[in-house]
């Protein structure tokens, strides 16, 4: 991935507890998801139970998706922390910049954001894709689960 497309002030950020909401979410729902089989049924079961059995699985086809697309076609492998660090790393904070621009409607922005990151063929999925998940990160945000407890990050 290329960082010139962050946005300037999460350029200074440097722990997971700075960011917003959806940020944290979709940093969080990365990192259990390469934490492996575990972490995935995790992120499946968190997403079910909050938007119900459907729109979760809808959700977690987008994620799982947008995840194999980054992971097989990306300029460069992914790095994440493990799932309880609370330090933030620059690949983390890239994609939490993704999501959060996608799902604020932002289009031609995570579409240049998304051409960082895959081969520009990949690009306009990859985008719709975030746009998807971070939607749904939000329609869990106001229900009556809050994705994970960042008060346990050590």
Known sequence: MTFDLCREQSAQLEYLTELDEIGAGAVLCLRRWCDGPAGRDAVTHDFTQTLGDAAGREAVGCFETLCEICFQHGERPLICHQTGCGVLGKDELFFADFIVTASEGAHDVSMKIASGIVRPDFAPS?????????????????????????????
Do not use: I, Q
């Not at 689960?145 to 990050?153: F, G, N």
């Open 126 to 154: 990859l985008a719709t894709l975030a746009e998807a998940f971070g939607l749904a990160l939000r329609r869990m945000a106001r229900g009556p689960h809050v994705y994970a407890p960042l008060k346990d990050l050590h």
